[in-house]
């Protein structure tokens, strides 16, 4: 193989920003936290990169909704005057890996020398400036960025069952897996638990974090007044924190560039290869709730192709929006519980900048490569557990890899995928949980219960716990005995079809 230096991506330069100003309304826009990110990134790469930047990609984001492109407003903001320009549609978990990986790809196509990538969310200003507008209308409804967001002002049938947003779907995973894997209510908490003790502790020492304080796991996975519960079994210190103005963003070019510019050789972070594979948008679309195909090739798949296990792995980051999405990856790599599976700090405590956390993983690795020289790999989930891409970086150059590389195993992954019920949005009569939740309201009372069931004829359907229906509530709750796999009945109600036991 010939060593084409001009041909190796590698990452020179990161740069992270946590806006905290005394009065959240005087942070900084989405937009400026991603120019402010991509400054860091240069400073740290040496300077003079992002005026010779050929090309930027930006992750899509929701906190500013009016500030829709946004890529030419940081590039002169930055001072780069890039050929190509792009903004992810929409602000998914895997976007950054996306984007580092095409970027990689330009590198090794020689479509470009110098890529830069940043994100950017000021939900905290955006939830601050938008109660602020609702007290002068004189209107006591409390904005929700996430709810709210373009993309989401649906409704529908799954939208009538409480499914809106990804806090109300990943807890089918979350219980679909507990029943899996043979675990009682009790063992999967402890689990969690663990997992998000080890994130606080990793963010408690990492200055980049947002929340920077360790916690003990049993006070993450317990509700409590200060950790109120969002979505059986999640309570406020097991989901990611969106609340925050966070932005980052990394350099990418190539290793002759990175020579030529005099950048050191153990502050180089090589790009290795990665597996990107989709579930279907439809998250009732799924054949499973136990499982996630395409996160399964992803991950494997990433391994296979940089000639890797995971014991080879030095530092890891599997994505960490809630506990189920972790818990899954680490069994399908046999990533250890008691290793830390994040260099950031997990979307809790490092901070949950929707679509952009992947971008803080990413400046984070390369610092931790810079140190041990090792390897890293970085796990990105997006959506409602459907986008699922990964990607391996190293501290020592791979001669086995080569760049452009496809990164997309989609066919694998549907290949693997077990057949998908058919949903049936009218049914009632006699069924079986397949998986199921609890929402809670602000003040910790349930608001609504929602069973994912299927019928005798092996079709999915939906059916809603109404919060009177305290008995029922208390069974899906308490784990005195596992809900799923137990049937009951579904009943024509005043406007859902409500679950009935026996």
């Known amino acids: 193989m010939t060593d084409d230096a001009e041909r190796v991506p590698v990452i020179v330069g990161v740069g992270q920003v946590n806006d905290r100003p005394a009065d959240p309304q005087d942070g900084l826009d989405p937009g400026g936290l991603m120019s402010e990110a991509l400054r860091r990134a240069d400073e740290d790469a040496g300077?003079?990169?992002?005026?010779?930047?050929?090309?930027?990609?930006?992750?899509?984001?929701?906190?500013?909704?009016?500030?829709?492109?946004?890529?030419?407003?940081?590039?002169?903001?930055?001072?780069?005057?890039?050929?190509?320009?792009?903004?992810?549609?929409?602000?998914?978990?895997?976007?950054?890996?996306?984007?580092?990986?095409?970027?990689?790809?330009?590198?090794?196509?020689?479509?470009?020398?110098?890529?830069?990538?940043?994100?950017?969310?000021?939900?905290?200003?955006?939830?601050?400036?938008?109660?602020?507008?609702?007290?002068?209308?004189?209107?006591?409804?409390?904005?929700?960025?996430?709810?709210?967001?373009?993309?989401?002002?649906?409704?529908?049938?799954?939208?009538?069952?409480?499914?809106?947003?990804?806090?109300?779907?990943?807890?089918?995973?979350?219980?679909?897996?507990?029943?899996?894997?043979?675990?009682?209510?009790?063992?999967?908490?402890?689990?969690?638990?663990?997992?998000?003790?080890?994130?606080?502790?990793?963010?408690?020492?990492?200055?980049?974090?947002?929340?920077?304080?360790?916690?003990?796991?049993?006070?993450?996975?317990?509700?409590?007044?200060?950790?109120?519960?969002?979505?059986?079994?999640?309570?406020k210190l097991q989901v990611a924190n969106a609340s925050v103005n966070q932005g980052a963003g990394f350099i990418v070019t190539s290793l002759a560039e990175a020579r030529r510019r005099g950048v050191a050789e153990e502050r180089l972070v090589f790009v290795g290869h990665g597996a990107a594979a989709h579930e279907s948008e439809d998250f009732l679309a799924r054949d499973t709730f136990a499982a996630?195909?395409?996160?399964?090739?992803?991950?494997?798949?990433?391994?296979?192709?940089?000639?890797?296990?995971?014991?080879?792995?030095?530092?890891?980051?599997?994505?960490?929006?809630?506990?189920?999405?972790?818990?899954?990856?680490?069994?399908?790599?046999?990533?250890?519980?008691?290793?830390?599976?994040t260099v950031f700090g997990g979307l809790t405590f490092g901070g949950g900048p929707i679509g952009n956390y992947m971008s803080h993983a990413v400046a984070c690795m390369v610092e931790r490569l810079r140190e041990t020289d090792g390897k890293g790999l970085l796990f990105a989930n997006g959506g409602y557990a459907t986008h699922n891409h990964s990607i391996v970086l190293t501290g020592e150059r791979n001669p086995a890899l080569s760049f452009p590389q496809e990164f997309e195993f989609q066919a694998e992954a549907d290949a693997a995928r077990g057949p998908v019920p058919e949903l049936d949005e009218d049914y009632a009569g006699p069924a079986t949980i397949e998986t199921y939740t609890v929402h809670y309201a602000r003040d910790g009372s349930p608001r609504l219960g929602t069973v994912v069931a299927q019928t005798p004829q092996g079709k999915r359907t939906?059916?809603?716990?109404?919060?009177?229906?305290?008995?029922?509530?208390?069974?899906?709750?308490?784990?005195?005995?596992?809900?799923?796999?137990?049937?009951?009945?579904?009943?024509?109600?005043?406007?859902?079809?409500?679950?009935?036991?026996?």
């Open 47 to 235: 300077g003079g990169w992002l005026a010779d930047c050929d090309s930027l990609a930006l992750v899509g984001q929701l906190s500013f909704p009016h500030l829709n492109a946004l890529t030419k407003n940081v590039a002169d903001a930055v001072g780069a005057s890039p050929t190509h320009l792009f903004q992810t549609a929409l602000p998914n978990g895997d976007s950054p890996i996306l984007l580092l990986h095409e970027a990689a790809n330009r590198i090794g196509a020689g479509e470009a020398k110098i890529s830069a990538v940043a994100g950017g969310e000021a939900l905290r200003t955006a939830a601050h400036l938008a109660r602020s507008r609702a007290a002068q209308e004189g209107s006591d409804r409390k904005p929700d960025a996430l709810r709210d967001a373009a993309h989401r002002r649906r409704t529908g049938y799954r939208q009538s069952y409480g499914l809106t947003v990804p806090v109300d779907v990943y807890p089918l995973y979350e219980n679909a897996c507990r029943t899996a894997w043979g675990q009682s209510l009790v063992e999967a908490q402890a689990e969690s638990g663990a997992i998000w003790e080890c994130f606080s502790q990793v963010a408690a020492a990492n200055p980049a974090a947002w929340i920077r304080q360790a916690v003990e796991a049993e006070d993450i996975v317990e509700p409590s007044a200060d950790n109120r519960p969002i979505a059986f079994p999640y309570t």
């Open 292 to 341: 996630s195909p395409s996160m399964a090739v992803s991950l494997t798949r990433t391994l296979e192709l940089n000639g890797v296990t995971a014991d080879d792995i030095d530092h890891c980051e599997l994505y960490s929006c809630f506990p189920c999405v972790p818990k899954m990856a680490r069994r399908v790599i046999g990533w250890p519980l008691d290793r830390p599976a």
């Open 462 to 502: 939906l059916a809603a716990v109404l919060p009177d229906d305290e008995a029922m509530i208390a069974f899906l709750t308490e784990g005195r005995a596992e809900p799923v796999g137990t049937s009951g009945t579904i009943v024509p109600g005043e406007d859902l079809r409500l679950w009935r036991s026996g």
